[in-house]
Every structure is written in C-alpha cells, then in structure tokens.
C-alpha cells in the first residue's frame, strides 16, 4: 500500500469520531463484553472549500474491547465506567488521529484527551478535551456532545447534537490554506486552486449526525452514519471557503468475532 492510500485511509478514519459507531455497538445485545470487530465501509466527505468536489473514500474499520482499553476506528485508550442508580457516569482517556478534510490538505496527526460521559434514561451528555501532541499545530478543541438511543429488535438509531470550540490554532489546521498546500495544487494541477488562506480566530462549529445500526445476526452489523456542522462566521470569512456547512456519510459493514 503507497504512502498517499496510507494516508487517505487514516484521513478517513479520522473524519468521523467513533463514538457513535462504539455506542450503536454497545447497545447491540452483548456488546458490552470484550469483542473484536471489523470491516469495511465509504465515506463521503462534502468540503466547505471553493469549488471542492465531493470524494468518496474507502474506510477499513477495526473495534477491540478488552476489559477497560479500546481502540476504534482511529481512536485508542481505556474506558472507565461504573453503575449508580440508573445513571452510569465513564472517563475515557485517548489519543485519537485527526485530519482536516480537502484534497491536497491532508496532514495526520494525534490528539491526546479526555471525555467525561453520563449516559441516563433521557440519552447521553458528553465533554471532551482534547490537544495535538505532535507539534503540528499546538492547538485545542473542546467538544460538548448529547446523543439519544432509539433501539428496537436489531435496529438502533442514535441522533446527536454536539458544539465544537477550536482555539485559533486548531482552527487554522483544519479549516485554513498554507503555502505549501497551494503550492501542492498548482504542481499537480488541479482544476481549482484555493488561495493562501489562514484562520485567524477562534471557532464555535455547531453540528449533529445520526447513526442507524442493524444487526443482520449474531456476527454482521451493518451502520450508516450521517452527519453535518454549521462553520463559525471566523471561519465562513476565509478566501477559500465559499460553504456555510461541511457533510459527511458513512456505510459500513461490521463483523464481530
């Protein structure tokens, strides 16, 4: 596999957070013991960017649980959970692979973070703190989230909501146009290039998905993912924006061992 699929693969993996994947497997029948999970999924990724086409990628899945650490999808680290009458407060603590979405804008690299969950009868409230650990950008995002699960035999739907906050480092990797970018579309000729724009404020996105799981048997799950986020006017401003929004969709096909 080339460097460039490599990083189209990872790219993709990171678009999406796996926690509504993760919680659609849980609230599958037995899902909460120690598993292993994969398979293999496309995702659309709709870009905010001047003239940017849709792009379709190939996403191969992979979940493990053991005991309190997890991996999924592009996240790694453990989850702590405990029983309280009826609410059921949890901490996981991760690194987790982040890249901002656009042809030619591809850079990998790694948060390390917090989330505190509190998953009661009226659905799920989350709060996570996360930073770039690989000196890339420096930044950090805070990410406040509430989901709802609707199960019923082998179908389970899961709309969420969520805020994202992004520090003007944060903001200017996922959402602004470096030099050495533009200069990446002028050498492979691409048919729109973006101008050198930087973010120069901080961010408030405002977004929300839904995720629908069918547990086709025992093994096969198949999930689609929804999803979409209305930009903060700081990042709206930039010269290489001409979208208000960004999308993605996901489907996908689990098996669990």
Known sequence: MSQAVLKSLLAALAVFSPVSILHAQENDDGQNENHVTVGVGFLDQHT???????QTLP??????????????????????????????????LFVAARSPLGQDRRKLSADVGARISLDTKLGKLSGEFRHDITDKFNGSEIIARYSYPVSSGRFT?????????????AANYMYGVTADQRARMIRKARRVILPVAPITDEALNLGGDITMAVQLNDRLTLIAVVGGAYLDKSIQRSAAIDQKWEAQSGLGLTYRF
């Open 48 to 54: 905010p960017f001047n003239s940017a086409s849709t």
């Open 59 to 92: 996403i191969p899945f992979i979940s493990i649980k053991q005991g309190a650490y997890y991996f999924e999808g592009a996240e790694t680290g453990f989850h702590l959970a405990t029983d309280m009458a009826g609410l059921t407060p949890s901490l996981d």
């Open 157 to 169: 739907v899961i709309p969420a909501v969520q805020a994202s906050w992004l520090d003007r480092k």
